[in-house]
Nanobody, 121 residues
Framework: QVQLVESGGGLVQPGGSLRLSCAAS????????VDWYRQAPGKQRELVAS???????NYADSVKGRFTISRDNAKNTVYLQMNSLKPGDTAVYYC???????????????WGQGTQVTVSS
């Protein structure tokens, strides 16, 4: 079995920073692209940032210059460093990863359970 677990969320004041982690565990052969999404109350889930297995990154316009996605392949972990946080960043943040499990011949997508980020004074 493969699991994704997010951590690092919490309450932060506007202008503050948080670092989210997305750790994959289980019988993993390889991890391809990993995405961070977020969903605010009453809104659709939106893609925030992506990182490929080679380290190429993409960001939503709303977070460019403030958020940085990175990965540690040795730890099967992807990070989202969030700086200059705004109240509009308040949401549940989810990671999604394309993972090939050991013994499998294809990649499938896995979701974590989400971590709450609240930006408020």
């Amino acid at each position: 079995q493969v699991q994704l677990v997010e951590s690092g969320g919490g309450l932060v004041q506007p202008g503050g920073s948080l670092r989210l982690s997305c750790a994959a565990s289980g019988s993993i052969f390889s991890i391809n692209t990993v995405d961070w999404y977020r969903q605010a109350p009453g809104k659709q889930r939106e893609l925030v940032a992506s990182i490929t297995s080679g380290g190429s990154t993409n960001y939503a316009d709303s977070v460019k210059g403030r958020f940085t996605i990175s990965r540690d392949n040795a730890k099967n972990t992807v990070y989202l460093q969030m700086n200059s946080l705004k109240p509009g960043d308040t949401a549940v943040y989810y990671c999604n990863a394309a993972i090939k499990a050991s013994g499998s011949s294809y990649y499938r997508g896995y979701w974590g359970q989400g971590t709450q980020v609240t930006v408020s004074s």
